[in-house]
């Protein structure tokens, strides 16, 4: 019987080898782990426009600042009282930067964070600040878990409303850089479009039986990208917000969570998703490759972003962060 078993288990890590060997890997894994002290989960990084100084916020109040471009992070602790707050976005123009939270919270600084400031949200206001996106001296926009969209010229005294209506209760929403927005329902069963001079949103039904996961926009903002349960992604082929190409598997055989996409140039995609799964494509999504060397890793990786092609940085669980570094950079 014990033979038996011991075949079995052999047969079961051939056959899973095998389904990993579909799948080419990376040669030089790009990504390092930055030690932090928070176990937190990570939601966003943003930096001032000395690349050199940015944040990095979370759950459980988490603020971190790096002085020495995302190497070594410090943290810091603001009087929020009693609040049980989650940081969910930072965004910084020069030294301008905001940073929001739930429940509804938002701060300003105009001094690269040397102070910050809670600038006081209505009552009125339809779910909680969800994202933003410093536009420059006393301007921003932001956008609420229920897809409600806002700007400001004033450094947040007054708000002007950009859509008549919200979206609902939202799995994630995303911003293309000229101001598009994609939205994806809680239980990812349809998913929402928006785009300036619109007073409402448009509602799309998903595209196969597989519920959304994630949506968001390509490089140049004129196509969409979308995750699905079952690690599927799909792209538009055209601006057509419903022009969807076939879906595609970048790891066949396996059924990882796929959670995030961000380029690194038009060309260049990373994908995170669930249990320390990273994955590129160098052809627009064509072909991809597997970073194995941080599968290892004891996290699932929710987010992915680029600040500059050289500057990227993967968001996880408990305090991970990995630090994107350009091969001839890599030790």
């Not at 051939?14 to 060997?21: E, I, N, P, R």
């Not at 998913?191 to 039904?205: A, I, K, N, R």
């Not at 390509?218 to 419903?242: C, K, P, Y």
């Amino acid at each position: 019987m014990r033979k038996l078993k011991q075949i079995v288990i052999v047969i079961a890590v051939c056959l899973f080898c095998a389904s990993c060997s579909q799948v080419a890997s990376i040669d030089n894994n790009p990504w390092k782990v930055v030690e932090l002290s928070t176990d937190s989960t990570l939601a966003d990084v943003d930096f001032t426009e000395d690349l050199n100084h940015g944040w990095l916020v979370g759950s459980k109040a988490t603020l971190l600042e790096t002085t020495d471009g995302g190497d070594n992070w410090e943290e810091k602790t603001l009087d929020l009282g009693d609040e049980k707050v989650s940081f969910t976005s930072v965004s910084f123009s020069g030294e301008e930067g905001w940073i929001t939270g739930e429940p509804a919270i938002l701060l300003h600084t105009d001094d690269g964070g040397k102070t910050w400031s809670r600038i006081p949200l209505s009552e009125k206001l339809p779910g909680s600040p969800y994202q933003i996106l410093a536009l420059g001296p006393d301007s921003a926009e932001m956008v609420t878990d229920l897809g409600a969209i806002y700007t400001t010229e004033n450094g947040g005294r007054t708000w002007k409303a950009m859509v008549q209506g919200a979206v609902g209760v939202a799995r994630n929403i995303n911003r293309s850089r000229d101001g598009k927005y994609v939205a994806v329902s809680a239980r990812g069963n349809f998913y929402s479009t928006w785009e300036p001079g619109q007073e409402e949103w448009t509602p799309h039904q998903r595209t196969s039986s597989r519920r959304v996961q994630n949506m968001g926009f390509s490089e140049d903002g004129n196509n969409l990208w979308l995750l699905a349960r079952g690690g599927q992604i799909q792209f538009t082929e055209s601006e057509d917000v419903e022009d969807w190409g076939d879906v595609v598997y970048p790891e066949p055989s396996t059924s990882w969570g796929l959670l995030d996409i961000a380029y690194r140039t038009e060309e260049e995609m990373w994908v995170a998703g669930g249990s320390g799964n990273l994955l590129r494509s160098v052809d627009n999504g064509k072909s991809w490759e597997k970073d194995r060397e941080v599968e290892k890793v004891p996290s699932n990786f929710y987010k992915v972003l680029f600040i500059t092609p050289e500057k990227g940085f993967v968001l996880g669980q408990r305090g991970i962060l990995l630090k994107y570094e350009p091969l001839e950079e890599a030790t």
